[in-house]
């Protein structure tokens, strides 16, 4: 088993910058690739950015792209989300999950296997 832990999360204003951030505690060996997704009140979890086991490898939902950084500290176990020029609509919880079957990680919840408990972010305009 794989136990992740999310931090990070807040209140900002349109336009700052937040970085929250994932532990990964357990049977880290087993994860391969590693995700963050969130979810808006009312809305389905979506998709935000995946970086693979080696870092090497990223990607990201058209909405964040250029504004948003996924990084990974394989030392402390730790994979970090840099969110900068935050919008209204950037306003969710995030949830970090561990992919423990592909080495680059998907965009579908469906491909990860370890859920954290969620943080939330909050962006006012």
């Known amino acids: 088993q794989v136990q992740l832990v999310e931090s990070g999360g807040g209140l900002v204003q349109a336009g700052d910058s937040l970085r929250i951030s994932c532990v990964a505690s357990?049977?880290?060996?087993?994860?391969?690739?590693t995700g963050w997704f969130r979810q808006a009140p009312g809305k389905e979890r979506e998709f935000v950015a995946a970086?693979?086991?080696?870092?090497?490898?990223?990607n990201y939902a058209p909405s964040v792209k250029g504004r948003f950084t996924i990084s990974r500290d394989n030392a402390n176990n730790t994979v970090s989300l840099q969110m900068n020029g935050l919008k209204p609509e950037d306003t969710a919880v995030y949830y970090c999950?561990?992919?423990?079957?592909?080495?680059?990680?998907?965009?579908?919840?469906?491909?990860?296997?370890?859920w954290g408990q969620g943080t939330q972010v909050t962006v006012s305009s």
């Open positions: 999950a561990a992919d423990s079957r592909s080495v680059y990680g998907g965009r579908s919840r469906t491909d990860y296997d370890y």
């Open positions: 970086i693979s086991r080696s870092g090497g490898s990223q």
């Open positions: 357990g049977r880290t060996s087993s994860v391969h690739a």
